[in-house]
Structures are given as C-alpha cells and as structure tokens.
C-alpha cells in the first residue's frame, strides 16, 4: 500500500521526467534544422520558410541567440493568445472543440475540489476507523484517512457525503447542459458560415439494387433522374482499387529505397550499394541495390497499368454503391435524410463524407456483410477485454512489493530499502499498466477498420467508444477488484463470509493510491512526452538525411500527426471517470487530475496551433459521444457511492441516493432530444438560405465543374499521365442514360 512518501517520490520521479522532457522541447523548438517538426502546421499552410534558407552555414543549424533560451517558455503564453474564433479559421472546429474537453474538466473538478477539500476531508480526517480496525493482512496509510474508509460503519457522518454527491451532480450536469448549448451552437454557426465544400451537395447511396438490363451507372443515373429530376447534377460509382491502391503503395516503397540507395551512392561513387533479396534485406541473395529496385519498379508498374485497366473494363470492379451529387445543399438535405425506396433495405442515402475523410478501402464491402462483420467485432472486442484482464492482473501484482518478494527472494534487501521500496509502489504500478496499453489503440482501430465505416473520423469514433468501455473495464473495475482481491487475499479466506462487506467497503477507496500514481505517469509525464515529439522528430531526420531530394519530398517527410480523437477522447474520459468516482470517497485524487487538464489543455492547444494537421473536419460531430460518456461516468459514480455505503452499514441512507442515477439518466433525454439533433440533422431551413445566399453571390457558379471531380478514388487523382485522365473523363460522363426498361 503506497504511502505518502511514496506518492512523493513517485511525484518527484514524474516532475522530474516533466522537466527533462519540456526542456529538452524548449531547447531543440529553437533550432533550425528542426523548425519543420515544431512548426508543421505553419508549413503546410505555406506561411512559415525554413530558417536554413539564410544567414551563416552553423546559424543555418544551431540557434546562437542566447536571449531565445532564456525565453524558453515563452511558447505557454503564445499558445494562450490565440482567440478561439482564430483557432477555429485556423484549425478547424474539430480541434477547438476537442479542446473544450480539457476545458470542460477544468469547469466540473475545481469547484469540486474547493468543496470536497473544505468539507469531505475533514469530514472523513477525523475519526479514528483505520486505526482501530485490525485485519490480517490489511495495511493502510495516512492518505487513505483522507477517504470515506476512516468514516465509521453506519456513521451519521455519510449524509455529509451523501449531499455533495447531489451537489457534484448537479454542478456537473449544469456544466454538461451549458457546454453542450455552447457546442451546438459553434457547429451550426460554424456550418452556416464555412465555405463551399464537396460534400454539403453530394450524399452517399448505398446497396444499390442490381438489374439485369442496367449497369450499376446506369441504374443510379436513372434512378435520381427520374425521383429527383428537378435537383439531381451529377454522380460517381464507387470502384473496388483496393488491389491497385496496394500496388501503387508497394511500388511508391521500392521507389523510396531506389532513392536512398542512389543518394548514398552520390554520395560515395567509388562503391555500389548492395542489398540482399530477402525479408528486409536480413537474407537471400546479394545483389546491386539500386539494379535490383529499379526492376522491381519496372516489374510493379506493368502490374500497376494491368489492374488499372482491368478495374476499368471489369463490371464487377464497380461496387453497388455510388456518390450523387446534387444541385443545391437543401436538395441532398433531403435525400440524405429520407427514405428512398418502398423497400427500406436499397437505395439507402447518408451524408457523404468530406473527400479527405473518406476510407476509401470499405467502400468496397458490400453492405449485406456489415452485419456479420459487426457481430465479429463485437466478439473479439469482448474476448480482448475481459482476457487482458488476465496479464494486466498477473503483472499488477507483481509491480508490487509483496509479489516481486515472491517473485525473486533474493532481491528482498535491495527492494526493503526506502527509496527502492518507495519508487515499485509509487511509481512502478503505474508504468507497468502505461507500457500494457501501448498497442491497444492500434488494435482497436483495426477492429473499426474490419467492422467496415467508411469514414476516418466515424473510425475513430467506433475505436475511442471501445477504447473507453476497455478502460472501464480493465483499467478501473480491474484495478480496484482484481487488486483489492490480491491484496487482501488472506483475510478472506480467513475471514466470515458475513465479514466481507466490511472488508471490501474499506478496502476499495484504497486503490485510489494507485491512481493517484497512474495519473501522474500518464497525465503528467506522458502530456510532456506528447510535445516533446521524439518520434516524429528522430523519423524526420532519418528521411531527411536517406530519401529527401526536394522540397516536396521534405514536405512528405514531416510527420504533423493529428490529436488523435480515438486514443485522446477516451484517456481525458477516464480522468473524468476517476475524478467524479472518487470525488466523494477520496478527494485527494482530484487535485491530481486538474493537474492534468490544466496541463494538457496547454500542450495540446499548443500542438493544434504549431503542429498537428487534422485529417479531416466533421464539425464537432464527436461532442454527443463526449456527453454521453461523462453522463455514464456519472452514474458509475452514484452507483459505487451506492455500494460503498451499503457495505458501511449506511443502507438506512442508501435509498436517498436512487434518485440521483435516475434524475441523471433523465437529464440525459432531455439533452439528447434538445440538442443531439444538431449533430445528426441539417436543417432544411439553414440549407435553404445558404443556397439562396450562394445564388445571389455567385449566379454564374459552375457547380458541376465544381462537384465532378471531388469524389473520385484518390489512386486515379495521383497519376497524371493520359490514362487516368481518359479514364478519369469517363467516369465524370453524366449524359441522360436511356433505360432499357
């Protein structure tokens, strides 16, 4: 059990980690030769030229400006000037909303703080439980007098807890209520005033019906002429060159070793770089490199030009499925948000993604296998939850000094020491628990892949919601059973099974400690990590050095990044899960966590700024995911409030505390019917008068130049010779099909 000089240590260990990690950031932002990884953002927006371009060779390098480093933190007030109307034109209203996340917290946990500090933690402070309670095996420590554990079972001090837990929830939803008016607002403010995009006109159509007298152009061609005649302008099939795609990715890495074998050998003409033709170059046989890639170049571009024409010719290349464009955004408004045919299972419509946000590759699954590909997910989801359970459990419990004792006798005079003993459980729990999670986001993300969306941001999405079931299940309820089981091992089999309740009700507030320690390793030490960019950076130099010929190819080698909202969203929701749990059981876990989000709000509004490129904007559609999530920790808060003060022999209380789950879940309703409509609507009368104001601006708009190339497969934008663009030219052919019928 982490004592208070345990959290200090492990404390001292992160701030520590903090300050070599923001120093090292301060330091190298300041020079030159790595000006295009702090400074992407502006790069990519053309507005910022490379310092190395002038001045002497080592300044073109190395910053020399002393006064610079001693403004080393000069970027925390730059990062704050920036208005949010300004970061909106600038980033997008994606990433200031995401950033309204941390801001959120802020607004929920101080005033939660300044209550629980002035009133819970004397409240719980003065009695005398812990030290009167004598169980084998049971060890406590000053920072769990700080929690409802010290309050004595059936003690009249629980209606203390009882009402800041209706006053935690009501600020909290207050808070919910304002942000989500604030948020619906910016969206439908934002919509109405962005500029003309492709998909405000065009909606996608899917599980087109075949017909033995039509093609799959000519049946959507015919289809929206004759239902929508008055409105429709113009459509695109969807092509399966998921086989092409993968070619052309295959030959664009051959031709990235052709150029760094021929840069090294420019570089060194008295010797040919040689390669070897196995897995990486591990084995096989030696050849010349520079030979052997420019071959298989030759040999991947006939392939290349063979599926090209082949997803030309082929029928069975065009998928059942197909982007129509229309006229006037009140017009695709309608067809995205009505039923198309007598049969609800064809012709389904949907808003269209923006084209940069489309995941090309499950556009080719047919729509009838979505089902089967869900319910697959579904399961590997639930088996990856509850089996990781399993090693995270097994290595918690030997993060631990008791289990590295069992573990390893012989290290038991090493880890006896202070320090030692402090740093495994203080800080040790936490990294362990950080290292398990590193592919988990990789991994989830390929389950969203496989179950088939068909957007990126609708993908991460789908990976942050199970990113955040996991972490409630793994992470919270894990931990706190799991390593309360562990712990107290003994006293339950010794104990009476009538005893247990007091021993659980007692012992669950406890793992506190170990969030405590996990918060400052992930929320603290990580976030420093996050800005300092060593991956992009050492990436960067790397390509920099081998494969960079020119500007664009330095332009390719950056490596912005973006905020992540499938591994962002659901690490910032479990501070929102452990702060509103523990709020009214242990206060002292929530200064922690404002720590965090007032940190992170700084480092990343900081990167949005300066470095991260989104990959695509959806206009806040994320925030009712958002909203929903912190609603969901809210009542897994009332409920364990419930539970621990049953166990408290306070269940004389405990039906004062039902209403408060079921006024929450109303709250819920009402905002979900008020303003989620905002996120998933178009209203008919904001389209109307964009398109009216449009008209009057631009009555000479070409909208059909405008919208004929916005959503073909990006594989036949990239090339440029004369094939793909005859191939390009037939697919934007929209002439009045004659049916056949």
Same mark, same amino acid.
């Given at each position: 059990m982490a004592t208070i000089g345990d959290i200090g240590v492990s404390a001292a260990i992160n701030l520590l980690a903090v300050f070599i990690f923001l120093l090292a950031f301060a330091i190298l932002r300041l020079q030159p030769f790595n000006d295009r990884v702090y400074f992407s953002k502006w790069y990519l927006k053309g507005l910022r030229s490379s310092p190395m371009q002038a001045g002497a060779f080592v300044r073109k390098f190395v910053n020399l400006d002393c006064r610079s480093y001693l403004r080393f933190l000069n970027w925390i007030p730059e990062s704050l000037k920036m208005q949010e109307l300004e970061l909106i034109d600038h980033a997008g209203l994606d990433s200031a909303v995401y950033l309204r996340i941390y801001l959120l917290g802020l607004k929920i946990f101080v005033p939660i703080a300044f209550l629980a500090w002035s009133i819970l933690v004397p409240v719980n402070w003065t009695n005398s439980t $812990?030290? %009167?309670?004598?169980? !084998?095996?049971?060890?406590?420590?000053?920072?769990?007098?700080? /929690?409802?554990?010290?309050? +004595?079972?059936?003690?009249?001090?629980?209606?203390?807890?009882?009402?800041?837990?209706?006053?935690?929830?009501?600020?909290?939803?207050?808070? $919910?209520? %304002?942000?989500?008016? !604030?948020?619906?607002?910016?969206?439908?403010?934002?919509?109405? /005033?962005?500029?003309?995009? +492709?998909?405000?006109?065009?909606?996608?159509?899917?599980?087109?019906?075949?017909?033995?007298?039509?093609?799959?152009?000519e049946s959507v061609e015919h289809f929206f002429l004759v239902n929508h005649q008055d409105n429709y302008l113009t459509y695109q099939v969807v092509y399966n060159a998921n086989k092409l795609a993968k070619l052309v990715k295959k030959m664009r890495r051959m031709q990235n070793w052709l150029d760094y074998y021929q840069l090294k050998y420019s570089r060194n003409s008295s010797r040919r770089p040689m390669t070897k033709t196995g897995f990486l170059g591990c084995w096989g046989e030696r050849v010349d490199a520079i030979d052997h890639y420019t071959s298989e170049i030759e040999k991947l571009s006939k392939e290349v030009v063979e599926e090209r024409a082949r997803v030309q010719k082929d029928p069975k290349s065009i998928m059942p499925a197909a982007f129509v464009s229309f006229k006037s955004r009140w017009a695709a408004a309608v067809c995205?948000?009505?039923?198309?045919?007598?049969?609800?299972?064809?012709?389904?419509?949907?808003?269209?993604?923006?084209?940069?946000?489309?995941?090309?590759?499950?556009?080719?699954?047919?729509?009838?296998?979505?089902?089967?590909?869900?319910?697959?997910?579904?399961?590997?989801?639930?088996?990856?939850?509850?089996?990781?359970?399993?090693?995270?459990?097994?290595?918690?419990?030997?993060?631990?000094?008791?289990?590295i004792k069992k573990a390893a006798p012989f290290l038991k005079p090493i880890i006896e020491r202070d320090f030692i003993k402090s740093f495994i459980q203080g800080f040790l729990p936490g990294i362990v628990l950080k290292l398990f999670l590193i592919f988990l986001s990789t991994i989830l993300m390929t389950m969203s892949k496989f179950e088939g969306f068909i957007s990126v941001s609708s993908l991460e999405r789908r990976a942050a919601t199970r990113y955040y079931l996991f972490n409630l299940v793994n992470v919270f309820l894990g931990t706190i059973v799991a390593g309360t089981a562990l712990d107290e091992l003994k006293t339950f089999l010794k104990q009476s099974p009538n005893e247990y309740h007091k021993t659980i009700g007692v012992a669950i507030p406890m793992r506190a400690t170990f969030f405590i320690t996990y918060i400052m390793v992930d929320g603290w030490a990580g976030i420093a990590a996050e800005i300092l960019m060593l991956k992009p950076l050492i990436f960067y130099h790397f390509k920099n050095f081998f494969l960079v010929k020119t500007e664009k190819d330095r332009e390719e080698a950056m490596d912005p990044g973006s905020i992540g909202f499938n591994t962002g969203e659901p690490q910032i929701q479990l501070y929102f899960l452990l702060g509103l749990v523990y709020a009214a059981v242990t206060p002292m876990l929530i200064p922690f966590i404002i720590i965090f989000f007032g940190f992170a709000y700084v480092v990343v509004r900081h990167q949005i700024i300066n470095v991260y490129n989104q990959e695509y904007e959806s206009a806040a559609a994320f925030w009712p995911d958002v909203h929903g999530r912190v609603i969901t920790t809210l009542v897994i808060s009332q409920i364990c409030l419930m539970g621990l003060l049953a166990t408290k022999a306070a269940a004389q209380s405990t039906p004062f505390l039902i209403a408060l789950p079921v006024l929450t879940l109303w709250f819920h309703r009402f905002c979900k019917a008020r303003y989620e409509p905002a996120f998933v609507r178009y209203p008919l009368q904001e389209a109307m008068m964009k398109d009216t104001l449009e008209r009057a601006r631009e009555p000479q708009l070409n909208l059909k130049a405008y919208l004929q190339n916005a959503y073909i497969h990006p594989i036949f934008k990239a090339d440029q010779d004369e094939d793909d663009e005859e191939f390009i030219n037939k697919l934007n052919e929209s002439v009045l099909v004659p049916t056949k019928r």
């Open positions: $812990l030290d %009167k309670v004598k169980l !084998t095996n049971f060890t406590s420590s000053d920072i769990d007098k700080l /929690s409802a554990s010290n309050v +004595p079972l059936g003690s009249n001090r629980f209606w203390t807890h009882i009402v800041l837990a209706y006053a935690f929830t009501f600020w909290t939803c207050y808070v $919910l209520l %304002k942000e989500y008016e !604030t948020v619906a607002s910016m969206r439908l403010q934002f919509i109405a /005033s962005e500029k003309r995009r +492709p998909d405000q006109f065009t909606v996608l159509v899917r599980n087109v019906p075949p017909d033995s007298d039509e093609s799959v152009s995205a948000q009505t039923q198309q045919s007598r049969n609800p299972t064809l012709w389904l419509t949907e808003w269209a993604p923006e084209p940069r946000d489309v995941y090309w590759e499950n556009l080719a699954i047919p729509y009838v296998n979505l089902t089967i590909r869900w319910l697959i997910t579904a399961v590997a989801f639930f088996f990856l939850t509850f089996f990781f359970m399993i090693p995270i459990t097994f290595v918690q419990s030997l993060a631990s000094i008791e289990g």
